[in-house]
């Protein structure tokens, strides 16, 4: 643009964020949010909802992974509140797996911490019953005025005029349960006005039994005695929410946790959801339906036509992710420039990226970082390097252990990595007694052409010989125009690692290459037999081993539980200590100054050091190995496989960098803490301020240079032990949590600066 | 200038009148509503020849709060034990009436308990206190025993021989399965006086009272008529007709007042002792009671949330 400009210097702090899951508490007006045509479309709706009174709305957001559904849907909250205030209430709910029922709990769980909102809802009842109550009286017209427009407390008034107070909370009752059009809502909602039932109505709220106060009171059923009940009690809480100058603003994200393709509800559930749905729009709610797209092809269409409104995620364009880099340098750094990335730059990004604004920005995170380090402008190589090593890298692992899984389940065996024709293959699978096999080749993410070329040259050669058939699994991105060249020369599709239905997907296919095998080795139906049959006893073998081995635990869980409870208190007692010794100087014991931080910011600290918890984890492991029983024979198998590989004492000196550098964090900031002024309103002094966000800086300077992933990689490995014959749900749990662990950490500068920062005033705005 | 709506020696004006505890309120007794109605349906209660000896009475008050239920069973209380005492007399009995007060235990018998755990606390309470003040022939020896039904059904046996017990219970809650238990387990000599405000819940349990070993007396009380306005302030301010100071109601005001909405006795009597209360306080005091002196009074009293 201007050749004359200054060499542009590198910043301490990286102007990118670690990792990008969105979190509600997370995203603050700071939050940079590329504005693409999904994103305006979702706030024209917004915006269009906020301004006409009356009708709700039912917004679907769909999109695929790290394409910033939630980042979207946390968006629309903060915007709402910036455009209404205080008048719409706002709810944000993460569905959980499993089925309606668990969805109402987390919905009605964060109600429960928002009790408030219930109440003034209830009370806004009560306050029209008593105005009613009061109809046609001169005397009381300036009270009735004020009771409807929520500006005097009915409690109060019932109480200082001596009204008949029983007859109108009757009256509330016969109303709620009119509008809710359900009794037992009608009888609780009313017992919140009555003192001492607090309690007991929650708990019947969130899902539990009824309380026997209750029972007595007609509240026999729990809300969760089946899907269609916790949807309509959903329902009622829209309806509750209807009308008043209140707006009510629901998120549901991660839907497809409930509703995929294959898990498609029935048909009761489904008018229960329209029901829902509808019960949102004549509420006049907003409400917002964030998953992958396939949670609404299992909606019958019925359902679907209640959306008003569907925002597809699409990728992110190069000229979205220049926009992106330029407003976040100028939001972190106070500079709105490109360097060091340039256009071409960013447009591989974007191609190899797949457009994901997940990956873009984790890209861009770890590039800036390396540009850094080598004083020099990001450069295609650089991309591919970090791409592939910092990026792709840490799912080779899980790849393969979930074709081994898969491998097993299907009673194949396979040989190490050979060479076959001269090509390095990662298994070898014989099928039947004719030389007839199946070969299976690994990759990481296929990033140029160069690569394409070798791997679609190995794959021809291996398809040189009739009875074999190759499988190609790829660990990362692959752009449509790779795939369509692959698709050419292996006549399948080229098999994708992602988290999730990998182990499904890669399956299929085994189980499709197999049969043609099969067939081709039914030239001889004896021996094809004689090859079924033995892989049938492999697969019978293997089976039986699991129950034994399970049979075994079983045994032994019964046999020793007390033994277990006495060995677990133990456990328990240690990790506070193990935790606690991380955090001082000498090991000593002693607690460390913590009780001076607020504590929202001393659990954000012990959240961050508890989250990989691979100290307890290991030291369990090591005090397990040296026992004499059936355990010691698995922790000792665990730890030889984990510390067999190098990695695990690199990722083991993560850990200790971690701890320590969380620890002088934590340190810094609550000697920070300690001496801190204010100003007269309570707002942090500048000085303050500024030595505050240096503590915050430092600390993601030094955090760049670590490989969180490292430690997340050891926290799964070890957890392999725990896990490793439950299947592939159970990756994908662990996967999840090792997301969850590196965000933990990734994030610590964040949400400790936003738990700080709100116990100060913040600066009034204009 | 006095108020004429001051109850002498009660410090507190609106709480319910209460002859047992001071007997000059049996005078401040006004027919308005349905309170005259309600006491003679209480007093026919020993009109038909219980005399206590087959069984145990039961009567309920029923109306929301503030329309004097409390006053008018303390009413039905005080004239009992003096009827009875009266008949005694006259049969040259030793018979004796007493009351024991468990209106006290309505903060330890919240609506949040269950039925079950109010009727057993209150039993207990009604237990001691009988046991403290000697009406029983024998000590009362299980004081751990909580549960009313092992303990009401027997308690006739246990009193003094000349006793008769008026037990003033608790208000009940919402739910009111209590007066059910209570009317089947009365027993002879005890007369259970008990009030509720649920006045439509008492509905759902009519067809249960009424096939109870003991069918309980309604007395029922409601808003106020039109002309009872009228009639309470007279005989308020006629105990002071010598006092020519006392504000004069404007004509026609306290018909509007109690049926500007529908209004109870202990409404009107918060309202006209508040405005008398106000009207002594002025520099210059009002010399009739109008409209807009109650206009700007309930102003005044209905500053809620602000904007003064």
Redesign the interface.
């Known amino acids: 643009m201007n050749d004359r400009r200054p060499p542009p210097r590198f910043s301490d702090i990286n102007p990118f964020p670690p990792t990008a899951v969105a979190q509600v508490s997370h995203i603050g007006a700071e939050t940079v949010t590329i504005q693409t045509a999904a994103i305006r479309t979702a706030v024209a709706e917004l915006q269009d909802y906020l301004a006409s009174p009356g009708a709700g709305r039912v917004l679907a957001i769909v999109g695929n992974y790290g394409t910033g559904k939630s980042h979207l849907a946390v968006y629309l909250l903060n915007t709402a509140r910036q455009i209404a205030g205080e008048t719409v209430q706002q709810l944000f709910v993460n569905a959980p797996y499993g089925n309606f029922v668990s969805l109402y709990r987390a919905f009605a769980e964060s109600l429960a911490d928002r009790r408030e909102l219930v109440m003034a809802r209830v009370r806004h009842f009560y306050a029209d019953v008593v105005a009613d ?8 017209a ?2 009735a005025s ?1 009771l409807r427009a929520g ?3 009915p409690v ?2 019932v109480e ?8 109108l ?2 009256e509330v009752q016969q109303r709620l349960r009119d509008i809710t059009e359900n009794k037992a809502f009608g009888t609780a909602l009313t017992l919140l006005l ?4 607090e309690d ?1 109505v929650w708990e019947w709220l969130v899902g539990n039994d009824p309380a ?2 209750l029972r ?2 007609g509240i026999v059923d729990p809300t969760t005695m089946s899907e269609r009940s916790a949807l309509d009690a959903m329902s009622v809480f829209a309806v509750l929410f209807r009308g008043g100058r209140f707006r009510f603003m629901v998120v549901i994200d991660e839907l497809d946790h409930l509703l995929s393709a294959s898990n498609r509800p029935h048909g009761e559930v489904q008018i229960a959801l329209k029901q829902l749905l509808e019960g949102f729009l004549s509420a006049g709610a907003f409400l917002v339906l964030a998953g992958l797209p396939d949670f609404l092809e299992s909606l019958q269409s019925d359902v679907r036509a209640r959306i008003t409104r569907q925002v597809t995620m699409a990728p992110l364009t190069a000229q979205d992710a220049v926009s992106y880099i330029r407003a976040r340098q100028q939001s972190e750094l106070g500079a709105d420039r490109l360097f060091p990335f340039s256009e071409g730059v960013v447009s591989y990004i974007v191609d190899i990226s797949g457009g994901s604004p997940r990956d873009v920005i984790r890209l861009c995170y770890q590039l800036y970082r390396r540009a850094a380090d080598q004083d020099g402008a990001v450069t295609d190589a650089m991309v591919r390097v970090v791409a592939r090593d910092a990026f792709y890298g840490p799912n080779t692992e899980a790849t393969h252990r979930d074709i081994r899984r898969t491998l097993t389940a299907h009673g194949l065996t396979s040989g190490a990595k050979n060479f076959v024709d001269g090509v390095p293959v990662d298994y070898w699978i014989p099928i039947g007694s004719r030389g007839a096999a199946i070969t299976v080749l690994v990759n990481d993410a296929v990033l140029d052409d160069s690569q394409l070329t070798t791997l679609i040259s190995y794959v021809s050669r291996l398809r040189g010989a009739a009875n074999r058939e190759v499988l190609v699994v790829i660990g990362g991105y692959l752009s449509p125009e790779y795939t369509d060249r692959l698709r050419e020369v292996l006549q399948r599709d080229p098999i994708i690692y992602e988290k999730r239905g990998f182990a499904a997907d890669f399956d299929a296919a085994l189980s499709g290459v197999e049969r043609r095998l099969d067939r081709v080795d039914a030239a001889d139906p004896a021996a094809a037999l004689l090859a079924r049959l033995e892989r049938l006893g492999q697969q019978q073998s293997n089976t039986l081993d699991i129950v034994l081995d399970l049979a075994g635990r079983v045994e032994s869980l019964a046999t020793s539980s007390d033994q277990r409870i006495a060995e677990l208190s133990r456990q328990f007692e240690t990790v506070p200590l193990l935790i606690g010794g991380l955090r001082t100087d000498a090991g000593s014991a002693a607690p460390p100054p913590a009780g001076q931080l607020p504590e929202r910011v001393t659990a954000v600290f012990d959240d961050a050091i508890n989250a990989l918890s691979i100290d307890t984890r290991l030291s369990t492991l090591f005090r397990q190995m040296f026992d004499d029983n059936a355990e010691a024979a698995s922790a000792r198998r665990l730890v030889t496989a984990t510390l067999r590989q190098q990695r695990a004492h690199t990722a083991t000196g993560v850990v200790t960098l971690l701890r320590l550098l969380t620890d002088s964090f934590r340190r810094a900031v609550t000697d920070w803490y300690a001496t801190a002024e204010t100003d007269e309103h309570g707002r942090l002094l500048g000085k303050h301020r500024q030595r505050f966000d240096a503590i915050i800086r430092v600390f993601d300077t030094f955090m760049g240079f670590l490989y969180v992933y490292e430690a997340s990689w050891l926290a799964d490995q070890l957890a392999g032990g725990e896990d490793a014959r439950q299947g592939t749900l159970d990756h994908s749990i662990r996967a999840t949590r090792l997301l969850q662990g590196q965000d933990e950490l990734g994030g610590l500068s964040g949400r400790v600066r936003t738990e700080v920062l709100s116990d100060f005033a913040s600066d009034a705005p204009g | 200038m006095t108020n004429p709506f001051d109850i002498p020696g009660q410090r507190d004006p ?1 709480k319910p009148l209460n002859p047992v505890t001071d007997a000059h309120h049996d005078d401040l007794f006004i027919d308005v509503d349905n309170t005259k109605q309600a006491f003679e349906e209480f007093q026919s209660i020993l009109d038909t020849d219980y005399a206590f000896e087959r069984g145990g009475a039961m009567a309920i008050a029923v109306g ?4 004097g239920k409390t006053a008018l069973l303390n009413r039905c209380a005080y004239w009992m034990q003096r009827e009875i005492k009266a008949r005694a007399t006259a049969a040259r009995k030793k018979t004796t009436a007493h009351i024991i007060d468990l209106r006290f235990l309505a903060g330890d018998v ?6 079950p755990e109010r009727v057993n606390t209150v039993c207990h309470h009604l237990m001691k206190k009988l046991h403290d003040s000697r009406h029983l022939a024998q000590p009362w020896q299980d004081e751990g025993q909580r549960e009313a039904n092992l303990v009401l059904p027997y308690l006739a046996d246990k009193l003094t021989r000349d006793a008769v017990l008026i037990v003033m219970l608790p208000p009940t809650a ?2 009111i ?1 209590e007066l059910v238990v209570y009317a089947n387990l009365i027993p002879k000599r005890v007369v259970m006086l008990a009030e509720t ?5 008492l509905e759902e349990y009519s067809a249960r009272l009424k096939r109870a070993a003991t069918v309980p007396v309604f007395l029922r009380l409601g808003v106020l008529r039109p002309e009872d306005g009228e009639k309470f302030f007279n005989q308020r301010r006629d105990r002071h007709a010598s006092d020519r100071s006392i504000a004069e109601a404007a004509p026609e005001v306290l018909r509007w007042l109690v049926t ?3 209004t ?1 006795v ?2 009107l009597q ?1 309202v006209l002792y508040g405005l008398y209360d106000d009207v002594l306080r002025r520099r210059s005091p009002a010399q009739q009671l109008t409209r807009d002196l ?2 700007d009074f ?2 005044s ?2 500053r ?4 003064q």
Do not use: C, W
Request: without cysteine; hydrophobic residues 40%.
């Open positions: 109550s009061m109809a046609g009286s001169e005397l009381h300036e009270i004020k500006k005097a407390d109060a008034v200082a005029l001596g009204l008949p107070e029983s007859g909370i009757e009555r003192h001492g039932f007991a026997e106060n007595e009171r | 609106l929301d709060r503030q329309f919240p609506a949040a308990l269950t039925a919402d739910v399965d405000s649920f006045v439509g819940r500007v909405k529908p109870s202990g409404e918060q109650i206009a309930y102003i009293r209905t809620f949330g602000g904007d």
